[in-house]
């Protein structure tokens, strides 16, 4: 599949059963993500008030050996491809990489609630299946990041200290997350175009619904390119 065929596969609307996509539990370490000239770890916990970042706080407080970010070696290599791809002087920013589960659960469960409190009237299923199409439900499918997958990214430019503008934040349960979201300026979605573009190139699959989100080895990835199985399960640290 050449870079062409990845964006236009990225641009798919496809109702697709990941479940199907059964894994062969491959062995691939989770290893720790340092930061490089091209690379800027900056874990979503270091961000004030940010949601999902607050529960990895929590998180680590109670573990506080899980002191990083983290991800599958494999993984790690085509993200090192990725931000080498990017501009000079731009670095790829590591907001998150693998998730314990008790996290993605968590995550899950405040996804819905919050939109039950935005969305008075609406029943818990239905709540729950709009958290679904951000979170990964752990007891339907292998969720990305719980499986050391998934990598949550944005770009820095390293020489005025300034993020670039993809026309939402991250983490945002709204449809201006998802990749190709119409409503934005032509600057935003030219960067949000970069930034999928080294992605894809790298071999990483990306995310309908999340900008920020590329994935190796998961079940979206074993769609994204074909293949029968996904790699990896769940893992913890």
């Given at each position: 599949m050449n870079l062409e065929e990845?964006?236009?596969?990225?641009?798919s609307n496809e109702s697709v059963d990941f479940s199907k996509y059964q894994s062969i539990n491959k062995q691939d370490p989770l290893v720790k993500i340092v930061s490089t000239d091209k690379i800027l770890v900056a874990p979503n916990w270091t961000i004030p008030g940010d949601f999902e970042g607050g529960m990895y706080a929590d998180y680590i407080a109670k573990h506080p050996e899980y002191d990083g970010v983290y991800m599958r070696s494999e993984l790690l290599k085509r993200v090192e491809l990725a931000a080498k791809s990017l501009p000079d002087?731009?670095?790829l920013v590591?907001?998150?990489?693998?998730?314990?589960?008790?996290?993605q659960r968590r995550l899950l469960?405040?996804?819905?609630?919050?939109?039950?409190?935005?969305n008075p009237g609406v029943s818990d299923e239905e709540a729950l299946e709009h958290a679904r199409d951000?979170?990964?439900?752990?007891?339907?499918?292998?969720?990305?990041?719980?499986?050391?997958?998934?990598?949550?990214?944005?770009?820095?430019?390293?020489?005025?200290?300034e993020y670039l503008d993809f026309g939402s934040g991250m983490d945002e349960d709204n449809e201006r997350s998802f990749l190709y979201y119409l409503n934005l300026t032509e600057k935003q979605k030219a960067n949000r175009l970069m930034l999928t573009t080294a992605m894809l190139d790298a071999g990483l699959a990306s995310c309908k619904t999340e900008w920020w989100r590329f994935s190796y080895g998961d079940q979206l990835w074993a769609w994204?390119?074909?293949?029968?199985?996904?790699?990896?399960?769940p893992i913890e640290l």
């Open positions: 990845k964006l236009q596969r990225s641009k002087l731009y670095q590591i907001r998150a990489g693998h998730r314990p589960i008790a996290v469960k405040e996804c819905a609630a919050d939109y039950k409190r935005d951000f979170v990964s439900d752990p007891d339907i499918t292998l969720p990305p990041h719980v499986c050391g997958a998934a990598v949550d990214v944005e770009i820095i430019d390293s020489s005025t200290g994204f390119y074909g293949k029968e199985d996904s790699l990896y399960n």
